[in-house]
């Protein structure tokens, strides 16, 4: 079997196994990633707040627990903005999103 692509033939393959398996592979290495980060954001979460309960009232301590609940939820409003982007660049170009949204 003979399929040609854009940037050349390949032989030997069944048809749409390279870009098939090439979409399905990012999606889940992104799907999987966003997942990773917003669980691991989850858990800086319950830990600054956490910090914040055992400062004893010095100002420092809550100063710094703060900071880290400031930065844990401007780096995961950076992921899931990147996200969007990935997913609106990548449905450009292939048509597919990277993820499919259902609500219920």
């Known amino acids: ?11 030997d393959a069944p048809e749409g196994f390279i870009k098939d398996n090439l979409e399905t592979v990012v999606g889940n290495v992104f799907n999987y990633a966003v997942t990773f980060l917003v669980i691991l ?10 910090k914040f309960m055992t400062t004893q009232g010095e100002a420092n301590k809550i100063k710094e627990a703060q900071n880290t609940l400031m930065y844990v939820v401007i780096g ?4 899931l903005v990147a996200g969007v ?20």
């Open 85 to 104: 982007i990935a997913d609106f660049i990548v449905s450009k170009f292939t048509g597919k999103h990277l993820v499919d949204y259902v609500l219920p």
């Open 1 to 11: 079997m003979r399929v040609e692509y854009e940037l050349g033939t390949l032989t």
């Open 41 to 50: 954001g989850v858990g800086l979460i319950i830990y600054s707040g956490y």
């Open 76 to 79: 995961l409003v950076i992921v």
